[in-house]
């Protein structure tokens, strides 16, 4: 994850949106067409998934803190969190099958809902 910083030396919701979309970038690239079963079976692709659902769920945390108003206009905001925190903090009841569920169901929405933010905050620097 590169530092990115906001005007003088701060974060700025545009860097948090940035890292959601390289963390959900990374977890197509890592994670794009496994199954389950090969999920479940790879430690290494298995942690790496997790890393950057906990970037994303940290990622959201710091955004909604800064611009509060974002939180609905991005889908399960709230679940994006809670699902942090149960890979942080609940890493021993972590279900493979909700994590893949996250990757093809829940993931897709999460990326162009971020992409959008993206795009609308381009066209309100120029």
Excluded: W
Aim: aromatic share 6%; net charge negative; hydrophobic share 45%.
């Amino acid at each position: 994850m590169r530092q990115r910083e906001g005007p003088r030396g701060r974060r700025d919701a545009r860097s948090y949106l940035l890292d959601m979309q390289e963390a959900a970038s990374f977890l197509y690239v890592a994670a794009g067409g496994k199954t389950l079963a090969e999920y479940a079976q790879d430690a290494i692709l298995r942690s790496a998934v997790e890393r950057q659902f906990i970037i994303i769920g940290e990622a959201l945390v710091q955004l909604l803190r800064l611009e509060f108003d974002l939180q609905g206009r991005i889908t399960h905001a709230r679940r994006i969190v809670a699902f942090r925190n149960i890979l942080v903090h609940g890493y021993a009841d972590i279900a493979d099958e909700i994590v893949c569920s996250a990757l093809q169901v829940d993931l897709p929405i999460l990326q162009r809902e971020v992409t959008d933010l993206l795009t609308e905050m381009r066209g309100t620097e120029a």
